[in-house]
């Protein structure tokens, strides 16, 4: 089975940058559908607001679209999650996941990253 670690959290200001990374052991990300969610404080997870597929292809949220960027390195068995323009509603918890499906839907993920905190403020 595949797990999941995550890294690149932090602190930034309005409008600034953040990269995340999520790394799999244990098998292959090619063969899964790659997902990111975030649960903003005091509230539950949202559905994923993008995936990369095992296909090769993305999709995103149209509220992140232009901002958020998803990008695979196989070889590394990394992908990464680029935010930019970051404002104060973006902070939250952030998980990527691992499905053999394609969904937006929590419940059809399997593997999960630990989360990572991800907090704009001025």
């Known amino acids: 089975q595949v797990q999941l670690v995550e890294s690149g959290g932090g602190l930034v200001q309005p409008g600034g940058s953040l990269r995340l990374s999520c790394t799999a052991s244990g098998g292959t990300l090619e063969r899964y559908a790659i997902a990111w969610f975030r649960q903003a404080p005091g509230k539950e997870r949202e559905t994923a607001f993008g995936i990369s597929s095992s296909t090769g292809s993305f999709w995103y949220e149209d509220y992140v679209k232009g901002r958020f960027t998803i990008s695979r390195d196989n070889a590394k068995n990394t992908i990464y999650l680029q935010m930019n323009s970051l404002k104060t509603e973006n902070t939250g918890v952030y998980y990527c996941?691992?499905?053999?499906?394609?969904?937006?839907?929590?419940?059809?993920?399997?593997?999960w990253g630990q989360g990572t905190q991800v907090t704009v403020s001025p």
């Open positions: 996941a691992a499905s053999t499906l394609w969904s937006v839907c929590d419940r059809e993920y399997d593997y």
